[in-house]
C-alpha cells in the first residue's frame, strides 16, 4: 500500500537535484600530468608497471523509479585529450549499454532511456573507452565504471501468506502464543528506513494482541469460552518507515479457532424419565434411551452411563450407546407384573475424560431418576417346577398313577387349566394323564430291560384362551425288579483231554442277568438235583460270581463216549429268587503232555490209519488235477462238434443237414408260410422268409400247385419227386420234413354244453362199442332210465 505518494515523490526529486547539483563536478573527468596509477599490468608474471590514464572515474548514483519527462541525466565522460575539435568519439560498453544507458559519442553525456528499478537490479558495471576518430586508435585505455541505483520507498510489506489458520485452547491465559506471521519488504533494509516494518493489529481486539516486531499474535483475554465464541478472525497491518507516517503498509487475515477442552459437565435435560414394558419382555429388551448434553465435543463430551441406587437395579441395565452417547435402559430380570408393577432407579452420566484443571469447576456428573411401570399381559401357565422326575416299578399295573404334575395361571384371572401329553414324545402311547389334575398313570405294561428310561413332554393349556400353553419335561425312570433269571455269559466250548486226572479244572463260567439288584449281582452254581452226584463232573461255585468244572475221575475214552453234556443250575439271590438252568457241552480230545488240545471226535480215526496231513494234502490235489484233465477233455469235444459240416468243396459225403430254428410263435405272420402243409387245398406259392437273408446262392424254383383231393401221402410223394429232379439242388442227399394235419376229423364233439343245442335226446349206444375205457362214460349217457331216477 502506498501513502504520502505525492511528498515522496517531491522529497527524493529535491535529493535528485542535489545529487545532480553536487555529482557534476566530480562526473567530469580531468587528465592529471602527475600521472596516478591506473592499474597493474603484469609482464612475465614478474616486473609490475604502472599505467597512466587522462581521466579518473567516480561511482555514479541514480535514483530509481524516475518519472520526468526527460531523459534522466547519469553524467559526462571527459579527457583532457579532448579539444573539443570533434577528433574523439566516446564509447559505451556493458550493462544496459545502448539499451538502458545512452552516451553522447561527441560530448561523453550519459543518460538513462528508461525508468530503472532497484529491487531488479541494483547497479550496473559499464566500460568506457575515448577513440581517435581519424586513426582509429584509442587516445585512452579502457576502462570500468559503476551505476549505483539509490533505493526510494516503492515497495510495501508483503506477508508470506494471504490467510494464516492458527487454534488455541479455550480458557487460555492472557499473552498465549498463537501463530507469528511475517511480512517481507522489498526495499533496501541498508538505505534508510524503507524495508524497516513494524506490526499492528487492525481487528481482533480486545480477544488478541499482537507483537510490533516479531508478529507474534497472542490471547489478550483470559478465559475465553469455546462453547460461547469459537472463531474469530484477526487482521494484522505491517507498514516500513518504522511505521511513521507515510510509510507504506500491507496486511493479512489470520483465522483463530478456540480448541475444546473438558470444562463443562454433563445434564440431564429433564430430572425424571418414565418408560413402561409389558411382563412378558425379554431378557435384554431395549426399554428407551436417556441422554445427558455436554457442551464439550470429542472425546471431552464422551459419557459413561451407570445405574446409582434404586429398587430396579439388580433388574434392569443401562448400556452406553458409544455413537450417540446415549444411555439404553434394557431389563435385566424377568418381569412380573403380579409381583411388582412399579420400578424406580436413579441413572448417572458422568465424563470419561475429566480434565483436572477444571475440577474446581464442580463435578462432571449428573443425575436422573428412571421410572418404569410394568404392563400385564395374559401369560400362559406356570409349573410348579422346570422339570419333573417320577420313578416307577416295572411291574406296575396299566393304569396305576405314578405321579402328578402341577400347572396355574400366573394372571390375576386364574384361568382353568387343562393338561395333555405331547404324543411325538410317546408314541408308543405308553403313558397318560388327567385333563383336569395333571395325574400321570400309565397305560401299558413297563419293561425296564427294554427302555429304562422315558422321557415326555406335558403341556398344560389354558381352557378360556388355548393359546396361552406351556411345556414341561417329564422324566420317567423304570425301576427294576427281579423278572430274568441268570444264564451262562457265553457259548463255552469245553474239553477234557483222555489223560485228565480227578479233580482237574476243564472250564471256569460266569453268568449274566439283565436286572440290575441295587446291591450288585449276586450268583449261586451248582449241579441240577437230577445230578447232585455226577460221576464224570463236578461244579464248585467260587463265591464270586463264577464257578469251575472239574473232572471227577481219571482217564476219558473217546471211543466210549466223544461227549458229554453237564446241566448247571444258576440262581440269585433277589427276591423272588430266578434260577435257569444252562447245559455245557463238554468234548473228549486228545492232548499232549501239557494238556494243549491236538485233535477231537473224529479226526483220530484218520490218524490212526496212518495218514497224516501231508498225504491227505497230496490227495487232495490229484482229485483236482482230475478234474482239470476232465473239463478240459469235455472243451475239446464240444469244440469238434462246432466244425463246419461242409469242410471242402470235394467232400461229397453223405450229410444230414438239420435247422434248429424256432419260430415266434401263432402271432409271428412274418416268419414262415406253413400254409401249404397244413391245408392241402390251398394254392401253393414260393415264398421267401420275410425276417430273414436267404443263405442259398440258389434260384427257387417255383413248385407247380397242389390240386384238390390230393392225399397226405400223394402230397410227400409229389414233394420228394420234385426234389430229386430239382437240378438246382445240392449234390448230397438231405432230408426234407413235411407235417400236415390232414382235413378235419371225422368225429364230431363230445362237449355236453354243445349237446343243450340239439332236440330231443341222443343216442350214447355207441359208446360201448369204444372199448373199456369208455366204460363209465357209456353208462353215464347210455342209459335212460338213470336220468329218470
Given at each position: 500500500?502506498?501513502?504520502?505518494?505525492?511528498?515522496?515523490?517531491?522529497?527524493?526529486?529535491?535529493?535528485?537535484?542535489?545529487?545532480?547539483?553536487?555529482?557534476?563536478?566530480?562526473?567530469?573527468?580531468?587528465?592529471?600530468?602527475?600521472?596516478?596509477?591506473?592499474?597493474?599490468?603484469?609482464?612475465?608474471?614478474?616486473?609490475?608497471?604502472?599505467?597512466?590514464?587522462?581521466?579518473?572515474?567516480?561511482?555514479?548514483?541514480?535514483?530509481?523509479?524516475?518519472?520526468?519527462?526527460?531523459?534522466?541525466?547519469?553524467?559526462?565522460?571527459?579527457?583532457?585529450?579532448?579539444?573539443?575539435?570533434?577528433?574523439?568519439?566516446?564509447?559505451?560498453?556493458?550493462?544496459?549499454?545502448?539499451?538502458?544507458?545512452?552516451?553522447?559519442?561527441?560530448?561523453?553525456?550519459?543518460?538513462?532511456?528508461?525508468?530503472?528499478?532497484?529491487?531488479?537490479?541494483?547497479?550496473?558495471?559499464?566500460?568506457?573507452?575515448?577513440?581517435?576518430?581519424?586513426?582509429?586508435?584509442?587516445?585512452?585505455?579502457?576502462?570500468?565504471?559503476?551505476?549505483?541505483?539509490?533505493?526510494?520507498?516503492?515497495?510495501?510489506?508483503?506477508?508470506?501468506?494471504?490467510?494464516?489458520?492458527?487454534?488455541?485452547?479455550?480458557?487460555?491465559?492472557?499473552?498465549?502464543?498463537?501463530?507469528?506471521?511475517?511480512?517481507?519488504?522489498?526495499?533496501?533494509?541498508?538505505?534508510?528506513?524503507?524495508?524497516?516494518?513494524?506490526?499492528?493489529?487492525?481487528?481482533?481486539?480486545?480477544?488478541?494482541?499482537?507483537?510490533?516486531?516479531?508478529?507474534?499474535?497472542?490471547?489478550?483475554?483470559?478465559?475465553?469460552?469455546?462453547?460461547?465464541?469459537?472463531?474469530?478472525?484477526?487482521?494484522?497491518?505491517?507498514?516500513?518507515?518504522?511505521?511513521?507516517?507515510?510509510?507504506?503498509?500491507?496486511?493479512?487475515?489470520?483465522?483463530?479457532?478456540?480448541?475444546?477442552?473438558?470444562?463443562?459437565?454433563?445434564?440431564?435435560?429433564?430430572?425424571t424419565y418414565q418408560f413402561s414394558s409389558p411382563e412378558s419382555a425379554s431378557l435384554g429388551t431395549p426399554l428407551g434411551r436417556i441422554k445427558a448434553n455436554d457442551l464439550d465435543v470429542g472425546e471431552n463430551a464422551a459419557i459413561e452411563y451407570s445405574i446409582s441406587i434404586g429398587d430396579g437395579s439388580d433388574t434392569f441395565d443401562i448400556i452406553t450407546d458409544k455413537d450417540t452417547q446415549?444411555?439404553?435402559?434394557?431389563?435385566?430380570?424377568?418381569?412380573?407384573?403380579?409381583?411388582?408393577?412399579?420400578?424406580?432407579?436413579?441413572?448417572?452420566?458422568?465424563?470419561?475424560?475429566?480434565?483436572?484443571?477444571?475440577?474446581?469447576?464442580?463435578?462432571?456428573?449428573?443425575?436422573?431418576?428412571?421410572?418404569?411401570?410394568?404392563?400385564?399381559?395374559?401369560?400362559?401357565?406356570?409349573?410348579?417346577?422346570?422339570?419333573?422326575?417320577?420313578?416307577?416299578?416295572?411291574?406296575?399295573?396299566?393304569?396305576?398313577?405314578?405321579?402328578?404334575?402341577?400347572?396355574?395361571?400366573?394372571?390375576?384371572?386364574?384361568?382353568?387349566?387343562?393338561?395333555?401329553?405331547?404324543?411325538?414324545?410317546?408314541?408308543?402311547?405308553?403313558?397318560?394323564?388327567?385333563?383336569?389334575?395333571?395325574?400321570?398313570?400309565?397305560?401299558?405294561?413297563?419293561?425296564?430291560?427294554?427302555?429304562?428310561?422315558?422321557?415326555?413332554?406335558?403341556?398344560?393349556?389354558?381352557?378360556?384362551?388355548?393359546?396361552?400353553?406351556?411345556?414341561?419335561?417329564?422324566?420317567?425312570?423304570?425301576?427294576?425288579?427281579?423278572?430274568?433269571?441268570?444264564?451262562?455269559?457265553?457259548?463255552?466250548?469245553?474239553?477234557?483231554?483222555?489223560?485228565?486226572?480227578?479233580?482237574?479244572?476243564?472250564?471256569?463260567?460266569?453268568?449274566?442277568?439283565?436286572?440290575?439288584?441295587?446291591?450288585?449281582?449276586?450268583?449261586?452254581?451248582?449241579?441240577?438235583?437230577?445230578?447232585?452226584?455226577?460221576?464224570?463232573?463236578?461244579?464248585?461255585?467260587?463265591?464270586?460270581?463264577?464257578?469251575?468244572?472239574?473232572?471227577?475221575?481219571?482217564?476219558?475214552?473217546?471211543?466210549?463216549?466223544?461227549?458229554?453234556?453237564?446241566?448247571?443250575?444258576?440262581?440269585?439271590?433277589?427276591?423272588?429268587?430266578?434260577?435257569?438252568?444252562?447245559?455245557?457241552?463238554?468234548?473228549?480230545?486228545?492232548?499232549?503232555?501239557?494238556?494243549?488240545?491236538?485233535?477231537?471226535?473224529?479226526?483220530?480215526?484218520?490218524?490212526?490209519?496212518?495218514?497224516?496231513?501231508?498225504?491227505?494234502?497230496?490227495?487232495?490235489?490229484?482229485?483236482?488235477?482230475?478234474?482239470?484233465?476232465?473239463?478240459?477233455?469235455?472243451?475239446?469235444?464240444?469244440?469238434?462238434?462246432?466244425?463246419?459240416?461242409?469242410?471242402?468243396?470235394?467232400?461229397?459225403?453223405?450229410?444230414?443237414?438239420?435247422?434248429?430254428?424256432?419260430?415266434?410263435?401263432?402271432?409271428?405272420?412274418?416268419?414262415?408260410?406253413?400254409?401249404?402243409?397244413?391245408?392241402?387245398?390251398?394254392?401253393?406259392?414260393?415264398?421267401?422268409?420275410?425276417?430273414?437273408?436267404?443263405?442259398?446262392?440258389?434260384?427257387?424254383?417255383?413248385?407247380?400247385?397242389?390240386?384238390?383231393?390230393?392225399?397226405?401221402?400223394?402230397?410227400?410223394?409229389?414233394?420228394?419227386?420234385?426234389?430229386?429232379?430239382?437240378?438246382?439242388?445240392?449234390?448230397?442227399?438231405?432230408?426234407?420234413?413235411?407235417?400236415?394235419?390232414?382235413?378235419?376229423?371225422?368225429?364230431?364233439?363230445?362237449?355236453?354244453?354243445?349237446?343243450?343245442?340239439?332236440?330231443?335226446?341222443?343216442?350214447?349206444?355207441?359208446?360201448?362199442?369204444?372199448?373199456?375205457?369208455?366204460?363209465?362214460?357209456?353208462?353215464?349217457?347210455?342209459?335212460?332210465?338213470?336220468?329218470?331216477?
Open positions: 500500500m502506498r501513502t504520502c505518494y505525492c511528498l515522496s515523490f517531491l522529497f527524493w526529486t529535491s535529493m535528485l537535484h542535489v545529487v545532480h547539483m553536487t555529482s557534476s563536478p566530480k562526473r567530469t573527468i580531468k587528465y592529471s600530468q602527475n600521472g596516478r596509477i591506473l592499474g597493474l599490468s603484469q609482464d612475465d608474471g614478474k616486473t609490475l608497471h604502472r599505467s597512466k590514464r587522462g581521466w579518473m572515474w567516480n561511482q555514479f548514483f541514480l535514483l530509481e523509479e524516475y518519472t520526468g519527462s526527460d531523459t534522466q541525466y547519469v553524467g559526462k565522460l571527459h579527457t583532457d585529450q579532448d579539444k573539443e575539435d570533434g577528433n574523439l568519439k566516446y564509447i559505451l560498453t556493458g550493462d544496459g549499454a545502448g539499451s538502458l544507458f545512452i552516451i553522447d559519442e561527441n560530448t561523453g553525456d550519459i543518460h538513462a532511456a528508461k525508468k530503472l528499478d532497484r529491487e531488479e537490479k541494483s547497479l550496473y558495471v559499464l566500460r568506457a573507452k575515448a577513440i581517435d576518430r581519424k586513426t582509429g586508435r584509442q587516445v585512452e585505455p579502457e576502462s570500468e565504471f559503476i551505476i549505483k541505483i539509490h533505493d526510494i520507498n516503492d515497495n510495501e510489506p508483503k506477508f508470506t501468506k494471504d490467510m494464516y489458520t492458527a487454534s488455541v485452547p479455550e480458557m487460555s491465559g492472557v499473552g498465549t502464543s498463537v501463530i507469528q506471521v511475517t511480512a517481507i519488504d522489498a526495499d533496501d533494509a541498508s538505505y534508510g528506513n524503507s524495508a524497516k516494518v513494524v506490526y499492528s493489529i487492525l481487528q481482533g481486539q480486545p480477544y488478541f494482541s499482537v507483537d510490533p516486531e516479531t508478529g507474534i499474535i497472542k490471547t489478550a483475554l483470559p478465559d475465553m469460552s469455546r462453547e460461547n465464541r469459537e472463531q474469530y478472525q484477526v487482521v494484522i497491518q505491517a507498514k516500513d518507515m518504522g511505521g511513521q507516517m507515510g510509510g507504506l503498509s500491507g496486511t493479512t487475515t489470520v483465522n483463530i479457532t478456540l480448541t475444546d477442552v473438558n470444562d463443562n459437565p454433563p445434564r440431564f435435560p429433564q430430572s446415549e444411555g439404553i435402559i434394557t431389563i435385566k430380570k424377568k418381569l412380573d407384573f403380579e409381583t411388582k408393577m412399579l420400578y424406580s432407579l436413579r441413572v448417572e452420566a458422568a465424563n470419561t475424560h475429566p480434565d483436572p484443571r477444571f475440577f474446581h469447576l464442580g463435578p462432571f456428573k449428573d443425575t436422573a431418576l428412571i421410572k418404569v411401570s410394568v404392563e400385564d399381559v395374559d401369560e400362559p401357565p406356570v409349573f410348579s417346577r422346570s422339570s419333573y422326575l417320577i420313578e416307577v416299578d416295572e411291574d406296575a399295573k396299566e393304569g396305576t398313577i405314578i405321579g402328578q404334575v402341577i400347572a396355574q395361571d400366573p394372571d390375576t384371572t386364574k384361568n382353568a387349566i387343562k393338561y395333555s401329553v405331547d404324543r411325538h414324545t410317546d408314541l408308543d402311547r405308553i403313558f397318560n394323564i388327567h385333563s383336569g389334575n395333571g395325574s400321570i398313570f400309565i397305560s401299558k405294561t413297563l419293561d425296564r430291560e427294554e427302555t429304562p428310561w422315558h422321557n415326555i413332554t406335558v403341556i398344560a393349556t389354558e381352557i378360556n384362551n388355548p393359546k396361552q400353553s406351556s411345556q414341561i419335561p417329564v422324566f420317567i425312570r423304570i425301576l427294576d425288579i427281579n423278572d430274568h433269571a441268570p444264564e451262562f455269559a457265553k457259548y463255552y466250548e469245553t474239553f477234557v483231554c483222555e489223560n485228565a486226572k480227578a479233580g482237574q479244572l476243564v472250564q471256569t463260567v460266569s453268568a449274566v442277568d439283565k436286572d440290575e439288584p441295587p446291591r450288585g449281582h449276586k450268583f449261586f452254581f451248582e449241579l441240577v438235583p437230577e445230578f447232585a452226584v455226577h460221576p464224570n463232573f463236578s461244579v464248585v461255585d467260587n463265591k464270586d460270581n463264577t464257578a469251575g468244572i472239574l473232572t471227577r475221575r481219571n482217564g476219558y475214552s473217546r471211543s466210549k463216549m466223544s461227549t458229554y453234556l453237564l446241566p448247571v443250575l444258576i440262581f440269585d439271590n433277589d427276591y423272588p429268587i430266578q434260577s435257569s438252568t444252562g447245559t455245557l457241552t463238554i468234548r473228549v480230545c486228545a492232548c499232549d503232555s501239557r494238556g494243549n488240545m491236538q485233535s477231537c471226535n473224529a479226526e483220530p480215526l484218520l490218524l490212526s490209519a496212518g495218514l497224516s496231513t501231508g498225504a491227505l494234502i497230496a490227495i487232495l490235489l490229484c482229485i483236482i488235477i482230475l478234474l482239470v484233465l476232465v473239463v478240459l477233455f469235455a472243451a475239446l469235444k464240444r469244440q469238434r462238434k462246432k466244425e463246419p459240416l461242409i469242410i471242402s468243396k470235394d467232400d461229397v459225403r453223405d450229410n444230414i443237414v438239420t435247422y434248429n430254428d424256432e419260430g415266434g410263435g401263432e402271432e409271428d405272420t412274418q416268419a414262415f408260410d406253413i400254409g401249404t402243409l397244413r391245408n392241402p387245398e390251398a394254392r401253393e406259392e414260393s415264398k421267401m422268409r420275410r425276417d430273414v437273408i436267404p443263405e442259398t446262392i440258389f434260384q427257387i424254383r417255383r413248385t407247380a400247385p397242389l390240386w384238390e383231393n390230393i392225399d397226405v401221402q400223394d402230397f410227400i410223394q409229389r414233394k420228394l419227386k420234385e426234389n430229386d429232379l430239382d437240378p438246382t439242388a445240392p449234390p448230397y442227399d438231405s432230408l426234407a420234413t413235411y407235417a400236415y394235419e390232414g382235413n378235419d376229423s371225422i368225429a364230431n364233439s363230445l362237449s355236453s354244453l354243445e349237446s343243450l343245442t340239439m332236440d330231443g335226446n341222443q343216442d350214447y349206444d355207441y359208446l360201448s362199442d369204444w372199448g373199456p375205457r369208455f366204460k363209465k362214460l357209456a353208462d353215464m349217457y347210455g342209459g335212460d332210465d338213470s336220468d329218470g331216477d
